[in-house]
């Protein structure tokens, strides 16, 4: 748990946040890679100081870069990411967050610290990195540059393999087996999973009613990940060690997609606002 007053302001932003989710109805999924999240050409009074275009990544920086007195570098005072839901997702992170909450409808909150929150959304992951007093806004203000402001989000749309392992513990959950022995039987840790039963809960019955069980075991699919990672630099080294074909390296880590590795999404980058 949160310690101290990064806990205390959390609390206060799930509060305030949550009044938004308990009255505004989902919206429309993503589909346009091209068409971004951002906080507007203006935010706290600040300018939009990087986009897109200035580099690879798909973010939007707010304010000027303040380097404190001995430190080597800085960040903006709010910064805006845009990831695919199978690139970055709660159960392909190694770190688990401190809370889970719904934001505006359908979107999906994993608070990792007082300055950074993942929210989920239709086909994206959106980071919003913020100093603490600016997070709360920047949820509230996030939007695709198409939308005149902000509109309810969308419930995420994760990968297949990722809806597999949270039916991995809600199906034992739902047959009234406890944390303690699920963690035991998938051999997944007690926090992972709170945080899948979390998830499926705020994604709702009907995301997973046709989700098939997973057939693989949990020491498979982390074997399976690490072919993932390795097959992202080394495609034709590791399928050689692995004694099969590229091809067919690629069809047996397509079962870990959303969890490991690369989902082979690259999406053009937007001109600059």
């Not at 707010?62 to 800085?74: I, Q, R, S, V």
């Not at 902000?150 to 009234?176: C, H, I, N």
């Not at 989700?211 to 495609?235: C, D, F, N, Q």
């Not at 004694?243 to 690259?266: D, H, N, P, Y």
Request: hydrophobic share 40%; charged share 20%.
């Amino acid at each position: 748990m949160l310690r101290g007053s990064c806990a205390a302001a959390l609390v206060g932003l799930c509060a305030l946040l949550l009044l938004g989710a308990s009255v505004a109805e989902s919206g429309g999924a993503v589909s346009d890679p091209t068409d971004l999240y951002w906080l507007g050409p203006y935010f706290g009074g600040m300018r939009v100081t990087g986009n897109p275009a200035d580099g690879r990544f798909a973010t939007y920086s707010y304010g000027d870069c303040e380097l404190p007195e001995g430190e080597g570098g800085c960040s903006p005072p709010a910064q805006i990411q845009n990831w695919s839901a199978c690139t970055r997702n709660p159960l392909r992170l190694d770190v688990t967050p401190y809370q889970v909450f719904p934001l505006r409808g359908g979107g999906i909150a994993a608070v990792y610290e007082s300055s950074a929150v993942d929210v989920g959304t239709g086909d994206r992951t959106v980071t919003v990195f913020a100093y603490p007093e600016l997070i709360g806004a920047a949820l509230r203000e996030i939007h695709l540059r198409s939308q005149l402001g902000p509109e309810p989000l969308a419930s995420p749309q994760y990968p297949m393999p990722v809806l597999r392992e949270l039916k991995r513990v809600t199906a034992p959950a739902d047959r009234g087996v406890g944390i303690a022995a699920i963690a035991r039987k998938t051999r997944v840790s007690p926090d992972e999973v709170r945080l899948r039963l979390r998830i499926a809960e705020l994604l709702g019955p009907e995301a997973l009613a046709e989700v098939p069980p997973p057939t693989m075991s949990t020491a498979t699919v982390e074997w399976l990940g690490k072919l993932a990672h390795r097959a992202i630099y080394k495609p034709v080294l590791t399928a050689r060690r692995q004694g099969i074909s590229v091809a067919a390296l690629r069809r047996k880590i397509s079962r870990v997609r959303g969890l490991a590795g690369a989902c082979g999404e690259t999406p053009p980058l937007p001109e600059a606002p």
